[in-house]
C-alpha cells in the first residue's frame, strides 16, 4: 500500500538546481496503481466499444437496406450490452474502497474516496516550437529542454504520491497553466493539441483544445488525491483523525473552487450538480471524523455527556441524508455508483440509532439526585427535543421514574429498528457485502442496543405504544470547506527567458527583430529610455543617426550587442549604452503591432443565424480601398451633434445598407455558433 516514488526528479525552473518530485512508478504494484491501470484500460474499452456505436448509428441512418438495418441493429444491441458491462467494472472500481483505507487493523466504518481522473499523454513539443519560430521570432529548438521540463512534470502528474508532496506536484502544474496559456494560446491562433480527460465516473472521454479542461481535471484530482489522504489517515489516533478532517475539508474546499470557477465543464463528473454532491460528501466524511474525535478518548457514562453525543451522532445522520438525498436526485443518480448511496443510506441509519443509544442511555442509566443541577438537565434536555409526546414535559421526565424509563425503553426501541433496517440496507449491495469490518461494527451496534432493551425490559413492554421523539442535531465543530494553501503556491515560468509576459505574451504582436545602429553626437544618443522591462524608447529626435537607421518612437530594446536585455531596467540598458565610442553599437529592437485587427473579424453579432447588430466601421468600409494607408476615415463626431445632424432622419442612431446602397463585395457570412470543445 505503499507509494513508489522514482528516485529521480527533474529541475523545478527555477534555476536554482532543485528538483521536483517526480509522481508514483506507474509499475509499482500497489492496491492503488492496479486500481488506476484497470481504470485507464477500462476508459480505453469504453472510448473503443462507443466510437463502434457511433459508426453503426451513422449507418442505420444512411442505408435504406432493410437487411443492413437488422444486421446494423443486432451489432448495435451487442455494442450496447458490452458498455453496459464495462460500465458496471468501472462502478465497481469507484466501490474498491478498501484499496484506499488504511493499512492498520482499525475497527472504523470505511470511508469513500474519490479516483483520479485518467489522461492521455500530451505532446507540447513540435506546436510550441513552431510557435516560438513563428510568433516570437526565436529559434524553437533552443527551448527544448524548457519542453522536457513541462511534459515530464504533467506526466509526473498521473501518478502523483499519496502525500502532501502530490498534492503539491498537481498544485504546481497547475499554476504553470496560466503561464503556458499567455505564452502559447492565443483566442486567434489554435496550437493543434488536444487534451482528453475521461470521466472518472462513465469513462467518457472529453477532448478540449484550450486549458479549461485541463486546469479543471486539475482539480478535481487534487481534491481526489485529500480525499485519499483522508481515507488512509489511522483514526485510531488524534493525529490520524486530525490529519482526516483537514484532508476532507481541503477536498470540498478544491471542488468548491472548482464548482464556481469553471461552470461550463463538458466533464459530467466536474458538472455542477456532480460536485455540489460531492462538496456534501466530503463534508460528512469530514463531519463523521469529527465525532469519532470526541468518542475517541471514551464517551463518559454522565447524563450530560451522553446528551452532547446523542446530538453530535444526530448531526452525522443528518448531514448523510443530506448526501443520500442529493444522490438520488436527476441526473446525479444515474452515474453515481450504488455502492455510494447505499452507503450513505447505511450512514443515515447507523448514525441516528447510535443518537437514540446515547439518549436512551442517559435517561435509562441516570436518575435525578439531589446534587444534580435540576435547571441546567431541563434546559438541555428541552433542547434535545424539538416536541415531545401529549402529557410529557422535559421536567416530568427527569423527576418522574416511571415516565423516564417509558422515555428511554422508546428511543432504544427505535435504535434497534434503526440497526436492523441499516443491516437490511447494507445486504442490497453486493460490493458492500465485501467489506465485512463495516458488517462487523452495525451488528456490534444492533447487539449493544438488544442488551440494553433487555436490560430495561418490563411486563407492559407491549403495551406500551410511546414513539420516541426526534432528536435534534446539533455539533459544537461544524466541518467546513478549506481552501488549502498549496493552491497559492508561486512557480517560476518554464519560458522565461521569452521575456516580460506583459508585453512577450501570445495576445500581443510585434514586429520582427530589427539592427539598428547606435553613434553619438555630443555624446547624445538622441532618444530617452523608460519603463520596466523590456525598456521603451521615447522622446526620439528625428534627426538623430539611430532615427535615420530605422529607430521609431515606442520601441522595445531586447538586446545590446550580444547581451539580451529583456529582463533589463533603464538603469541597466543605460550601463550598457554609456560607453557607446565613435564605432557604435549595435541594438536589436521590436515595435509593437495594434492586438486588434484594423477591420473587425465580424461585421455584425449573429443570434439564431439573423444579424442583430451592424458595426459602424463594416458600414463605412469601401472594399475597393485595399491600401489601409490610402484609406480617408471621417472624423467621429461628438455625441452631442448626432441629434443636431440628424433631425430630418429616423429615430435610429446608425442607418442600415439599404437596396439603393451599392456594395462591391459582400460582408462575410459568420456561423452562429463556435465550438471550442470536441466530445467523442
Same mark, same amino acid.
Given at each position: 500500500?505503499?507509494?513508489?516514488?522514482?528516485? #529521480?526528479?527533474?529541475?523545478?525552473? *527555477? =534555476?536554482?538546481?532543485?528538483?521536483?518530485?517526480?509522481?508514483?512508478?506507474?509499475?509499482?504494484?500497489?492496491?492503488?496503481?492496479?486500481?488506476?491501470?484497470?481504470?485507464?484500460?477500462?476508459?480505453?474499452?469504453?472510448?473503443?466499444?462507443?466510437?463502434?456505436?457511433?459508426?453503426?448509428?451513422?449507418?442505420?441512418?444512411?442505408?435504406?437496406?432493410?437487411?443492413?438495418? /437488422?444486421?446494423?441493429?443486432?451489432?448495435?444491441?451487442?455494442?450496447?450490452?458490452?458498455?453496459?458491462?464495462?460500465?458496471?467494472?468501472?462502478?465497481?472500481?469507484?466501490?474498491?474502497?478498501?484499496?484506499?483505507?488504511?493499512?492498520?487493523?482499525?475497527?472504523?466504518?470505511?470511508?469513500?474516496?474519490?479516483?483520479?481522473?485518467?489522461?492521455?499523454?500530451?505532446?507540447?513539443?513540435?506546436?510550441?516550437?513552431?510557435?516560438?519560430?513563428?510568433?516570437?521570432?526565436?529559434?524553437?529548438?533552443?527551448?527544448?529542454?524548457?519542453? %522536457?521540463?513541462?511534459?515530464?512534470?504533467?506526466?509526473? $502528474?498521473?501518478?502523483?504520491?499519496?502525500?502532501?508532496?502530490?498534492?503539491?506536484?498537481?498544485?504546481?502544474?497547475?499554476?504553470?497553466?496560466?503561464?503556458?496559456?499567455?505564452?502559447?494560446?492565443?483566442?486567434?491562433?489554435?496550437?493543434?493539441?488536444?487534451?482528453?480527460?475521461?470521466?472518472?465516473?462513465?469513462?467518457?472521454?472529453?477532448?478540449?483544445?484550450?486549458?479549461?479542461?485541463?486546469?479543471?481535471?486539475?482539480?478535481?484530482?487534487?481534491?481526489?488525491?485529500?480525499?485519499? +489522504?483522508?481515507?488512509?489517515?489511522?483514526?485510531?489516533?488524534?493525529?490520524?483523525?486530525?490529519?482526516?478532517?483537514?484532508?476532507?475539508?481541503?477536498?470540498?474546499?478544491?471542488?468548491?473552487?472548482?464548482?464556481?470557477?469553471?461552470?461550463?465543464?463538458?466533464?459530467?463528473?466536474?458538472?455542477?450538480?456532480?460536485?455540489?454532491?460531492?462538496?456534501?460528501?466530503?463534508?460528512?466524511?469530514?463531519?463523521? $471524523?469529527?465525532?469519532?474525535?470526541?468518542?475517541?478518548?471514551?464517551?463518559?457514562?454522565?447524563?450530560?455527556?451522553?446528551?452532547?453525543?446523542?446530538?453530535?451522532?444526530?448531526?452525522?445522520?443528518? +448531514?448523510?441524508?443530506?448526501?443520500?438525498?442529493?444522490?438520488?436526485?436527476?441526473? @446525479?443518480?444515474?452515474?453515481?455508483?450504488?455502492?455510494?448511496?447505499?452507503?450513505?443510506?447505511?450512514?443515515? #441509519?447507523?448514525?441516528?440509532?447510535?443518537?437514540?443509544?446515547?439518549?436512551?442511555?442517559?435517561?435509562?442509566?441516570?436518575?435525578?439526585?439531589?446534587?444534580?443541577? /435540576?435547571?441546567?438537565?431541563? !434546559?438541555?434536555?428541552?433542547?434535545?427535543?424539538?416536541?415531545?409526546?401529549?402529557?410529557?414535559?422535559?421536567?416530568?421526565?427527569?423527576?418522574?421514574?416511571?415516565?423516564?424509563?417509558?422515555?428511554?425503553?422508546?428511543?432504544?426501541?427505535?435504535?434497534?429498528?434503526?440497526?436492523?433496517?441499516?443491516?437490511?440496507?447494507?445486504?442490497? $449491495?453486493?460490493?458492500?457485502?465485501?467489506?465485512?469490518?463495516?458488517?462487523?461494527?452495525? *451488528? %456490534?451496534?444492533?447487539?449493544?442496543?438488544?442488551?440494553?432493551?433487555?436490560?430495561?425490559?418490563?411486563?407492559?413492554?407491549?403495551?406500551?405504544?410511546?414513539?420516541?421523539?426526534?432528536?435534534?442535531?446539533?455539533?459544537?465543530?461544524?466541518?467546513?470547506?478549506?481552501?488549502?494553501?498549496?493552491?497559492? @503556491?508561486?512557480?517560476?515560468?518554464?519560458?522565461?527567458?521569452?521575456?516580460?509576459?506583459?508585453?512577450?505574451?501570445?495576445?500581443?504582436?510585434?514586429?520582427?527583430?530589427?539592427?539598428?545602429?547606435?553613434?553619438?553626437?555630443?555624446?547624445?544618443?538622441?532618444?530617452?529610455?523608460?519603463?520596466?522591462?523590456?525598456?521603451?524608447?521615447?522622446?526620439?529626435?528625428?534627426?538623430?543617426?539611430?532615427? %535615420?537607421?530605422?529607430?521609431?518612437?515606442?520601441?522595445?530594446? @531586447?538586446?545590446?550587442?550580444?547581451?539580451?536585455? !529583456?529582463?533589463?531596467?533603464?538603469?541597466?540598458?543605460?550601463?550598457?549604452?554609456?560607453?557607446?565610442?565613435?564605432? =557604435? @553599437?549595435?541594438?536589436?529592437?521590436?515595435?509593437?503591432?495594434?492586438? #486588434?485587427?484594423?477591420?473587425?473579424?465580424?461585421? %455584425?453579432?449573429? $443570434?439564431?443565424?439573423?444579424?442583430?447588430?451592424?458595426?459602424? +466601421?463594416?458600414?463605412?468600409?469601401?472594399?475597393?480601398?485595399?491600401?489601409?494607408?490610402?484609406?480617408? +476615415?471621417?472624423?467621429?463626431?461628438?455625441?452631442?451633434?448626432?441629434?443636431?445632424?440628424?433631425?430630418?432622419?429616423?429615430?435610429?442612431?446608425?442607418?442600415?445598407?439599404?437596396?439603393?446602397?451599392?456594395?462591391?463585395?459582400?460582408?462575410?457570412?459568420?456561423?452562429?455558433?463556435?465550438?471550442?470543445?470536441?466530445?467523442?
Amino acid at each position: 500500500m505503499t507509494d513508489a516514488l522514482l528516485p #529521480n526528479g527533474h529541475k523545478d525552473g *527555477k =534555476g536554482d538546481g532543485k528538483l521536483f518530485r517526480k509522481g508514483c512508478n506507474p509499475f509499482a504494484q500497489t492496491g492503488r496503481s492496479k486500481l488506476q491501470n484497470k481504470r485507464a484500460n477500462l476508459n480505453q474499452q469504453i472510448i473503443k466499444q462507443m466510437r463502434m456505436r457511433a459508426g453503426a448509428e451513422n449507418l442505420l441512418k444512411a442505408t435504406s437496406n432493410n437487411k443492413v438495418k /437488422e444486421m446494423v441493429l443486432l451489432e448495435l444491441s451487442y455494442v450496447n450490452s458490452n458498455l453496459q458491462l464495462l460500465m458496471g467494472q468501472l462502478e465497481g472500481l469507484n466501490s474498491s474502497v478498501e484499496v484506499y483505507q488504511s493499512s492498520q487493523e482499525t475497527a472504523n466504518i470505511p470511508l469513500i474516496a474519490l479516483g483520479l481522473k485518467e489522461t492521455k499523454e500530451v505532446d507540447f513539443s513540435t506546436p510550441f516550437k513552431d510557435y516560438i519560430i513563428s510568433h516570437y521570432n526565436e529559434d524553437g529548438a533552443s527551448y527544448e529542454d524548457e519542453l %522536457a521540463d513541462l511534459m515530464d512534470l504533467r506526466q509526473s $502528474c498521473r501518478t502523483p504520491s499519496r502525500s502532501e508532496a502530490g498534492v503539491e506536484l498537481l498544485a504546481k502544474y497547475f499554476n504553470h497553466l496560466p503561464l503556458v496559456e499567455s505564452r502559447f494560446f492565443s483566442p486567434t491562433h489554435h496550437s493543434g493539441i488536444f487534451f482528453t480527460w475521461y470521466d472518472s465516473f462513465t469513462g467518457v472521454p472529453v477532448c478540449q483544445q484550450n486549458l479549461s479542461l485541463e486546469k479543471a481535471s486539475m482539480l478535481f484530482n487534487m481534491a481526489a488525491l485529500y480525499s485519499q +489522504i483522508g481515507t488512509r489517515s489511522d483514526r485510531q489516533t488524534s493525529v490520524g483523525l486530525r490529519d482526516a478532517i483537514s484532508a476532507f475539508q481541503k477536498a470540498a474546499g478544491i471542488l468548491n473552487h472548482l464548482k464556481e470557477t469553471f461552470t461550463h465543464t463538458p466533464s459530467y463528473d466536474m458538472s455542477p450538480a456532480m460536485l455540489a454532491m460531492l462538496i456534501r460528501m466530503m463534508l460528512a466524511q469530514a463531519q463523521e $471524523c469529527l465525532f469519532e474525535q470526541l468518542a475517541l478518548p471514551g464517551v463518559r457514562n454522565e447524563f450530560l455527556t451522553l446528551l452532547r453525543m446523542a446530538q453530535e451522532a444526530a448531526k452525522v445522520s443528518e +448531514i448523510y441524508d443530506h448526501v443520500h438525498q442529493s444522490m438520488i436526485q436527476t441526473p @446525479v443518480k444515474d452515474n453515481v455508483p450504488f455502492f455510494w448511496s447505499t452507503m450513505s443510506q447505511v450512514k443515515t #441509519n447507523h448514525y441516528r440509532s447510535m443518537a437514540h443509544y446515547f439518549l436512551a442511555s442517559a435517561l435509562l442509566d441516570h436518575h435525578m439526585s439531589p446534587s444534580d443541577d /435540576e435547571d441546567k438537565q431541563e !434546559k438541555t434536555l428541552s433542547q434535545v427535543y424539538d416536541h415531545l409526546p401529549d402529557g410529557c414535559s422535559p421536567l416530568d421526565i427527569l423527576k418522574k421514574k416511571d415516565q423516564r424509563e417509558r422515555v428511554g425503553r422508546a428511543h432504544i426501541r427505535r435504535a434497534i429498528t434503526g440497526h436492523e433496517e441499516a443491516l437490511r440496507i447494507y445486504s442490497l $449491495c453486493h460490493h458492500l457485502n465485501k467489506l465485512e469490518m463495516l458488517q462487523d461494527i452495525l *451488528k %456490534a451496534s444492533h447487539q449493544r442496543s438488544l442488551h440494553k432493551a433487555s436490560d430495561n425490559q418490563t411486563d407492559e413492554e407491549f403495551a406500551d405504544y410511546l414513539e420516541a421523539p426526534d432528536i435534534i442535531s446539533k455539533t459544537e465543530h461544524q466541518a467546513e470547506m478549506e481552501f488549502p494553501a498549496v493552491l497559492k @503556491v508561486k512557480v517560476m515560468d518554464f519560458f522565461r527567458r521569452l521575456g516580460p509576459l506583459s508585453v512577450f505574451s501570445a495576445k500581443q504582436r510585434w514586429t520582427p527583430p530589427r539592427t539598428v545602429r547606435l553613434r553619438t553626437e555630443d555624446r547624445d544618443l538622441g532618444f530617452t529610455l523608460k519603463g520596466d522591462a523590456p525598456v521603451q524608447v521615447v522622446s526620439l529626435d528625428p534627426l538623430c543617426p539611430a532615427a %535615420a537607421d530605422g529607430l521609431k518612437e515606442g520601441d522595445y530594446i @531586447v538586446a545590446v550587442g550580444e547581451v539580451e536585455c !529583456k529582463w533589463m531596467g533603464v538603469g541597466e540598458v543605460m550601463r550598457l549604452l554609456k560607453d557607446v565610442d565613435e564605432q =557604435g @553599437v549595435d541594438i536589436t529592437v521590436i515595435s509593437m503591432l495594434d492586438s #486588434n485587427p484594423t477591420m473587425p473579424a465580424k461585421s %455584425a453579432t449573429f $443570434c439564431g443565424n439573423l444579424p442583430k447588430t451592424y458595426s459602424m +466601421i463594416c458600414l463605412a468600409y469601401d472594399s475597393d480601398d485595399k491600401n489601409g494607408k490610402s484609406r480617408k +476615415i471621417s472624423k467621429k463626431s461628438s455625441f452631442l451633434s448626432w441629434g443636431l445632424k440628424n433631425k430630418l432622419k429616423s429615430a435610429s442612431t446608425v442607418s442600415l445598407p439599404t437596396a439603393e446602397q451599392s456594395w462591391n463585395k459582400p460582408c462575410p457570412a459568420f456561423p452562429s455558433t463556435y465550438k471550442d470543445a470536441t466530445r467523442y
